[in-house]
Each structure stands twice: as structure tokens, then as C-alpha cells.
């Protein structure tokens, strides 16, 4: 039950997975709240988002970096502002 666990006491974490990942079924795959985010891709395989970028990677890997950095600053932004208001 780790949805119900994370639900309640974790944020800010992005769960990425690529379905070509043997350990992809055991991952998380929907989003649990609006700051734990699943990212999903059909042709990814085990942390290649995390690996550095090089000009010979998919299109769907620049994408899902991309997505990953923008829900990132979104974190950043939002803690900044909350600072602010303190």
C-alpha cells in the first residue's frame, strides 16, 4: 500500500519508469498526488533519464528530462513563494 503511505506523509518525488524496465510492474504508475508524479514512457528502460545527455538520445528521453526539470522548478518556485510569505 505505498500509495496510501506516500500519500500521506511524502512529496516532491517523481517516479520514472519505462515499461521496457523488467522492475516496471513493481513501480509506481499513476500519480498519487499533485507532488508525487508518475512519468511513464513506453520505450524506456532502467534510469536512462538519469544517465547524462549525449546528441544520439531518443526524443521521448529529451521530453521526459524535460518534463522532469519543469515539475521540478515548479517545486523550487512554489518553495520560494511560500518562503516569501513567511
Do not use: C
Request: charged content about 30%; glycine content about 6%; aromatic content about 8%.
Amino acid at each position: 500500500k505505498i500509495d496510501k503511505v506516500l500519500k500521506r506523509f511524502g512529496s516532491n518525488i517523481i517516479f520514472s519508469n519505462g515499461m521496457r524496465d523488467p522492475w516496471s510492474r513493481g513501480g509506481v504508475l499513476k500519480n498519487i498526488s499533485s507532488s508525487i508524479i508518475a512519468l511513464v514512457t513506453e520505450k524506456g528502460a532502467h534510469h536512462l533519464d538519469f544517465r547524462s545527455a549525449t546528441k544520439d538520445d531518443p526524443d521521448w528521453v529529451v521530453e521526459q528530462r524535460r518534463q522532469e526539470v519543469e515539475i521540478i522548478h515548479g517545486w523550487i518556485d512554489q518553495y520560494n513563494k511560500d518562503i516569501a510569505q513567511m
